[in-house]
């Protein structure tokens, strides 16, 4: 009875080294999988700093989705100058907004509209909604009116820019929030350690395959990037932002 408790213990350690394993190899499996996805791009904030756009262009970066605010106040310092220098290099560009659980619908979408400016050849604005600060542990009690303050905001930027958004999530925030609710709107999935059709199929427009890229033509503080990839081809983004 001990050998073979002895040897369940052993296996069961095993497995455990295997799965951590796996988990931290996991953005190199990502980065195998995207090998066949041509159309790439970065999300960035102020936690890139100063941008060179000129030289993430020549990196074949082809979009960029640019924090442009957060909640009903927050504007991102780096938003005018990411905005108009990564169009003037030739970057396909959008905005998105960090969605708030303690901020009504209307002030931030109030607070995303005075900042970003309407562009007809821009990509749909992006809603991304994620669980932040203490709400990692616990979730806001009122699922409902999290979804419905949602809808709204959706609403106001497709009514603003004459586009359906793109909701950007984690796997959680879609399985909560999005999936059943919001079948019909674009999906940015976050999902950096397996590929996004384990989780959703091929219901994503974007997928976020890594958060620890490193690439030349950026000085912020974070010394990573995210990387992202488009399911279509460059001609079909292209649609995507002229629609």
Wanted: proline share 4%.
């Amino acid at each position: 009875m001990k050998k073979r408790t002895g040897r369940l213990l052993i296996l069961i350690c095993l497995l455990i080294c295997i799965f951590c394993a796996a988990l931290i190899q996991g953005r190199a499996f990502n980065r195998v999988c995207v090998s066949g996805c041509a159309v790439r791009g970065v999300d960035v904030s102020e936690y890139q700093g100063q941008i060179d756009w000129a030289v993430l262009h020549d990196e074949e970066i082809s979009f960029a989705f640019i924090k442009a605010t957060e909640g009903s106040s927050y504007t991102d310092p780096y938003f005018d100058v990411n905005w108009s220098n990564a169009r003037e290099n030739g970057i396909l560009t959008g905005a998105y907004h960090f969605f708030s659980f303690d901020s009504e619908a209307g002030t931030q979408a109030d607070n995303f509209i005075s900042t970003v400016p309407y562009t007809e050849d821009s990509l749909p604005s992006v809603v991304d909604i994620e669980f932040y600060g203490s709400y990692k542990r616990t979730k806001p009690a009122n699922k409902d009116l999290v979804i419905s303050e949602l809808g709204c905001l959706l609403d106001r930027l497709e009514s603003a820019y004459g586009k359906r958004p793109i909701i950007y999530a984690t796997v959680s925030a879609y399985r909560e929030y999005i999936s059943g609710h919001f079948d019909d709107y674009p999906v940015w999935i976050r999902s950096v350690y397996v590929p996004a059709s384990w989780w959703i199929g091929n219901n994503w427009t974007f997928w976020q395959y890594t958060d620890r890229a490193k690439l030349p033509g950026y000085s912020g503080p974070e010394s990573c990037i995210d990387m992202n990839v488009f399911s279509g081809e460059y001609e079909d983004l292209v649609l995507l932002s002229n629609n």
